[in-house]
């Protein structure tokens, strides 16, 4: 049975519902009397990270739409299709990193709050004092991470256009969407973020378990077992003969094997923690017990997270029952068609558009606030030879708030302008298919992930020096982006070059900070309490009771 999408004008109706809801939330955080009074003394700190305000529920929903980006509904539905639980591992990953962002939150969250911080690599300056550490880290960051928000970008346009049974170009659709969302980071900052992206992920949650409430009982007649039966019995005739023949085994052989769930689990993980948007999201926290709440909410929250695989089983199984899948990819959407459903249709596209707004709004927030603050704000002040943040050794809360709010408001707009130009290179991006563009998607974790020996190392390692930070990230991508062109992709039966990349940054770093430790920490002994501050536990959270 071949499939026709639905010619309704629902599904547009209830897509322009959500997004005249994000508008209003856009105005009452951009141009509201209240978001006004709120702009007058704005900080830094309070664009980008709300003044370190927020619930655990609302870190917790950010952090999830984030996580869970609209090519969830799609491009991992049509990964599982074809390859089977292969596609499953970020299930774990996700798992794990709210963990570790658990155990990671009682020396992150002080230190970003008695200091004032708001960025990854903030802390990474006051940590190494200094600022060429600061700035190769954010370089890193920002390079490797922008590939994601163009393919969300994509991601957009797409939800727009099935909605309206394909009389919207994509390119028309993504152009609106992403408008909208340009303006109310750039108007709102982080408190549009958190409101739309909280709205959002309800709509994202709440309207995925329904459309597979629907789909199991149209198809399948409430039976998930008979939902599994059919989708291995499809795989079994659609890829007979192959590694991924038995979809619910994970085959140690092809390209998606043991060696490339290991890759994708461990430096999967590991990319999200330096991922901006989730250190966003710990920095919006009020104190570490919403962090840890809401860790362990994101955490749990990897079980739903497998609902793609269960959807991908689906669209699956309808073969089975003898229906036609033009596109794996949009198989939620030809589902819904085929069992003439407009409103399942307008739900799935409206979840759709509602994940990828999470997670396109919360990236180029954190990646503007890189670019403003740790790029170009950074070599200002190396320019100017201004010290680290920390150099003088102050302590006390009116010098750090001092240093808050100087030159605030030219930080504020020089943010909300980056937020504009960033999202329109972007957009321009998103329309064309470079050769670069593939290239960088197939780097984009790879080579984010070698900036964690520096970050661990800084947070975990007393001896740890910025002249072993500099030479370990220099070293790890020199190694990565050597084999890449050189023309290797896999290593060692079928993991990722990120592994020998990373391997060499742990060593250089290792090495180097021993070479350089005696020098650099006799040279920096007005700095001793700061470094205190990094290994002491309590002493932080201590000072934040007294002062704050």
């Known amino acids: 049975m071949d499939v026709e999408l639905i010619k309704s004008p629902i599904p547009i109706i209830m897509m322009v519902i959500y ?69 499953l591992n970020s299930v774990i990953t996700c798992a794990a990193t709210g963990l570790v962002m658990y155990f990671l939150s009682e020396k992150v969250w002080p230190i970003a709050k008695k200091y004032r911080l708001s960025t990854l690599p903030d802390i990474m300056e006051l940590r190494y004092q200094s600022r060429y550490v600061k700035m190769l880290v954010s370089l890193i960051i920002v390079c490797f991470n922008i590939i994601w928000l163009i393919t969300e970008i994509r991601t957009l346009g797409l939800a727009m256009n099935l909605a309206s049974g394909g009389t919207l170009p994509i390119v028309v659709g993504s152009a609106i969407a992403f408008t909208i969302i340009i303006i109310y980071v750039a108007t709102g900052g982080v408190n549009s973020v958190s409101m739309v992206d909280s709205f959002s992920a309800c709509v994202m949650l709440g309207g995925s378990l329904m459309v597979l409430t629907y789909i199991i009982s149209h198809f399948f007649g409430g039976s998930l077992g008979d939902m599994f039966h059919s989708a291995q019995e499809a795989a079994s005739t659609l890829y007979a003969g192959e590694t991924q023949a038995p979809i619910f085994t994970l085959a140690n052989s092809g390209n998606y094997n043991r060696p490339y769930w290991v890759s994708n689990i461990v430096l999967g993980t590991l990319v999200m923690l330096v991922y901006p948007s989730n250190f966003m999201s710990i920095c919006l926290a009020k104190n570490v017990r919403e962090v840890k709440k809401s860790s362990l909410a994101t955490a749990a929250s990897g079980i739903w997270l497998s609902i793609y695989g269960i959807f991908g089983a689906c669209v699956l199984g309808a073969v089975a029952k003898g229906y036609t899948i033009q596109n794996p990819e949009a198989g939620l959407l030809e589902l819904c068609s085929l069992g003439g459903n407009p409103i399942m249709l307008g739900l799935v596209c409206t979840f759709i558009l ?31 030879g201004t010290p680290p943040v920390g150099a003088d050794g102050v302590q006390s809360a009116e010098a750090i708030q001092q240093r808050v709010q100087k030159d605030a408001k030219k930080e504020v707009f020089r943010t909300r302008i980056i937020v504009v130009i960033l999202g329109v290179i972007g957009f321009c991006f998103s329309l064309t298919d470079l050769p670069l563009l593939t290239l960088l998607t197939d780097m984009a974790t790879n080579g984010m992930v070698l900036v964690t020996p520096t970050i661990a190392a800084g947070l975990f390692w007393k001896k740890a020096t910025p002249h072993g930070a500099i030479a370990s990230m220099l070293v790890a991508e020199a190694v990565y982006l050597g084999m890449y062109f050189s023309g290797i992709r896999y290593v060692w039966g079928g993991f990722f070059l990120g592994f020998p990349a990373i391997f060499c940054g742990i060593i250089t770093i290792i090495v180097v900070s021993l070479a350089t430790e005696k020098k650099f920490y006799e ?20 000072w934040i009771r007294e002062n704050m």
């Open 19 to 87: 997004i005249a809801i994000v508008i209003w939330m856009a105005w009452y955080q951009g141009f509201s009397k209240k978001a006004l009074e709120r702009k007058k003394n704005q900080t830094f700190e309070d664009y980008l990270t709300g003044g370190k305000s927020r619930n655990a529920i609302i870190v917790f929903l950010i952090t999830c739409v984030t996580f869970y980006s609209g090519t969830t509904f799609t491009g991992r539905v049509g990964f599982f299709y074809n390859f089977g639980v292969a596609g």
């Open 523 to 542: 040279k920096h002994s007005a700095q001793t309490d700061i470094f205190k501050d990094f290994f002491i536990r309590g002493r932080v959270s201590a």
């Open 354 to 384: 509602a994940a990828a707004l999470g997670t396109l709004d919360s990236t180029l927030i954190s990646l503007s606030g890189l670019v403003s603050n740790d790029l170009i704000t950074n070599v200002m002040h190396i320019r100017k």
